[in-house]
Structure formats: C-alpha cells, structure tokens
C-alpha cells in the first residue's frame, strides 16, 4: 500500500491532536511535584547563623590599623625619617630600624630576627605611643649600611628633631637564633620606663655618625661607603695579586735608587799628615 505526500501531510495535525491531552497532563503532574518539591525544601531549608564576633574583636578588626613599614635606600632614608618631624617640634619623634640581610650579609640566619620584629610591629600597632618602624636591609643597601656602619641582626633606635638638631642614636645587638617578639616588646617597656641604656643600648657617636659625625659633615661618608663597598665585592686573590704587584713596584724603585746613587768620594788626608 502506497501513501501520498499530500495525505501524510494531513493527518499530522490529527496526531498532534490525539497527543496534546496526553502532553497537558504530563505537564501538570509534573507541576505539581515540583511544587510540592520545593515546599518540603523550603521548610527543611534553616537560615545559617553568622558567627558570633565578640566586641573586643570587631573593634579590633575595625579601629586597629596596620602599622607602616618603611623601607630605607640610600635615595630617601632621610627624607623618610624627617618626614614625620614637626618643625616647631621638641620632643623627638622615635623609629626603630631594623637592621637586616640575606644569605650574603647575613648568612641566612636572619630569620628569627625579621619574624620577631614583625610580630612586634603587629604589637605596637595597638599601642598609642608606639614609636615610627623602618627596615634597612644591608643585601639590598650595602652603601647605606656603609654610611651608618651597621651590621645585620641588629636594633638601631633614632630620635629625631627638626634639622638641624642633633640626633640621638641608639643601637642594640639581636641574637640570631634566640631573639622573640616578647623580648624586642620588653626592650621597650624598659626603655619607656627606666630609659635606653638600661634596655640594654648603647649610644652611637663619634665620626661614623650618620647625622652628626665628622665624616658626615664634610659629606664624605657617602664616598667613603662606596669605596668600602667596591672593596669588598673584589675577591681576595684579586686584592692580594695587588698587594704584591704594589710591593714589588716600590720595593724595585728604591733598589733602582740606591744602585743609582754615586759612591761617596775617599776622604783625603787630613792637613799636616806626614803620609804621602
């Protein structure tokens, strides 16, 4: 039995027909579980509680600034701590400085010492008179660790009044291994209460001062940091290929001038000497 196009074509709205209620009740059956569904969804769903922040936490979260950390370069470390400096000012505004360094100048044992003084930062940043922080890093600043004369794993403290007043250095060791936020916390709550030596600082002066020394006032301690600097970074046979190149040079100049030098003539006899 053969059928026509045309006669296909006809019955199919008759089909769609026949399957539209079929399709109408599917639909509403569906409807009506996923209605159902979501109402048992939504009475097991509870609302999640936020976690419960006590006052002293939200208002350490929320007041409690992070306190700044400057890095010192050769380019701005004066500028950076005179910024904070008033010019009618009397009483000196406080950093310590953090003296610091890498596998080089410090041979990797900085780290206890960069950990504590960061926890002690995290500290002073809830204390109101807490002193102004700053990092020197000697493997990133070789000259300027040569302009201050100061070495890694150590504590420097600067009290600082408008130019051109003097300032007071201080500057204290740190162990490389043993050194705690706790222990840098108490240096300054003796150094608040009882005063800096008996915190264990010594005062820094003489002509290596940075600010007031001799060198500095001539405006040579610059120059001399970078000679320091290139002396060191040459190696040791180098130097020591110099130092006898210079040796033998003025060892052969002063044999060169007394093989030179004319012989002193024989004395003569001496008048009225019957020798002849």
């Known amino acids: 039995m053969r059928f026509s196009t ?45 976690p419960i922040v006590s006052n002293a936490e939200s208002a350490t979260s929320t007041s409690v600034q ?34 610091t360094g ?14 504590a003084f960061s926890e002690t930062v995290e500290k002073f940043a809830t204390l109101p008179n807490s ?19 100061a070495g890694a794993s ?36 003796k150094e608040t209460t009882e005063g800096k030596e008996a915190a264990g600082m010594e005062l820094f002066e003489g002509a290596l001062h940075p600010f007031d020394g001799t060198i500095a006032q001539y405006n040579l301690s610059v120059p001399i940091a970078y000679a320091l600097h290139f002396l060191s970074i040459i190696p040791s046979w180098a130097m020591m290929l110099f130092v006898s190149f210079f040796s033998r040079t003025m060892m052969n100049r002063s044999m060169g001038g007394a093989q030179n030098r004319p012989a002193n003539p024989a004395r003569g006899a001496a008048p009225g000497d019957g020798r002849s």
């Not at 004066?78 to 010019?87: E, F, G, R, S």
């Not at 403290?157 to 291994?177: E, G, S």
């Open 6 to 50: 045309s006669a296909a074509v006809l019955a199919l709205p008759l089909l769609a027909a026949a399957e539209s209620p079929l399709d109408q009740y599917k639909a509403k059956f569906q409807n009506f579980l996923g209605s159902f569904a979501g109402t048992a969804g939504g009475a097991a769903e509870v609302p999640q509680q936020k």
């Open 131 to 149: 002193p102004h922080v700053a990092v020197l890093n000697c493997e990133e600043e070789p000259v300027l660790c040569n302009v201050w004369s």
């Open 66 to 99: 992070a306190k700044k950390v400057e890095r010192l370069t050769l380019s701005n470390w004066k500028d950076t701590l005179y910024a904070p400096v008033q010019p009618a000012a009397t009483t000196p505004e406080e950093w310590w400085v953090l003296v």
């Open 154 to 189: 150590s504590l420097w403290v600067l009290d600082m009044l408008p130019q051109p007043a003097a300032v007071d250095i201080y500057w204290k060791r740190l162990n490389f291994t043993t050194v705690t936020a706790a222990d840098l916390l108490e240096t300054f709550d």
């Open 102 to 115: 890498g596998n080089k100048t410090c041979f990797g044992r900085c780290g206890p010492v960069d950990e």
